[in-house]
């Protein structure tokens, strides 16, 4: 049975990564964060959010100044529903803006099955009521760092206020090779920097009415 709808405004109150993976996450990174949601209410089948997540290091935590960063989606939920996250790896930002550019366009190309499906691109934020980023993501497997999923079974795990932290795992194993020594000859050796399963991080939300 469905419960209620939901006007809900999803919040980023920190990102957090374990796992150094091949790049040092000393400096600054950027990463793509999609959030796609199953079934967010009777007759739409999955709805689609992706922004850009910039890391000073291993950990960022969003304060009232970066409210225009932290805002993950807004939409009306019926619960029950769930919440699929996936991280990329460190991107550079032409990688950032392209992959972004091209769920830009898959979000255009969709049908709006409603009006209130119609919402516009703005800025590092763009939306489809598709799983267009998983699409993205499949055709290139190497950029996937972390995935998890979130259910909302119940109206209260939409309550005001509530914040919850979602566990991230790596959907794939994350490898580079390097020579052993400075010979020509010698066979690359692949190290594995992140195994298949691993916990690699986690996004803390908070979800508030939607204005």
């Excluded at 600054?28 to 689609?48: D, F, Q, Y």
């Excluded at 291993?58 to 019926?78: H, M, N, P, S, V």
């Excluded at 550079?92 to 969709?110: I, Q, Y």
Aim: net charge neutral; glycine share 6%.
């Amino acid at each position: 049975m469905a419960g209620k709808k939901h006007s809900v405004c999803a919040t980023l109150v920190r990102v957090t990564l374990l796992t150094k993976g091949a790049e040092s996450l000393s400096s600054k990174t950027r990463h793509t964060l999609c959030a796609t949601l199953v079934w967010p209410r009777v007759g739409i089948a999955s709805r689609a959010y992706a922004r850009s997540v910039d890391l000073p290091g291993a950990e960022r935590a969003y304060g009232a100044a970066d409210w225009t960063d932290a805002i993950l989606f807004k939409e009306t939920l019926q619960p029950p529903t769930a919440l699929e996250l996936q991280l990329t790896v460190p991107l550079g930002d032409e990688k950032a803006a392209a992959l972004l550019a091209a769920f830009a366009k898959a979000a255009v190309k969709r049908v709006a099955d409603e009006v209130e499906d119609a919402v516009p691109l703005v800025g590092d934020l763009v939306a489809a009521p598709i799983d267009a980023f998983a699409n993205l993501l499949a055709k290139q497997p190497d950029l996937a760092l972390g995935r998890g999923l979130l259910p909302l079974a119940a109206d209260a795990d939409l309550a005001a206020g509530r914040e919850v932290e979602v566990p991230l795992f790596a959907p794939r194993a994350i490898t580079e090779q390097s020579n052993a020594s400075r010979s020509r000859s010698a066979p690359p050796r692949k190290r594995t920097l992140v195994r298949a399963g691993e916990h690699v991080g986690a996004v803390v939300l908070r979800f508030d009415p939607a204005e």
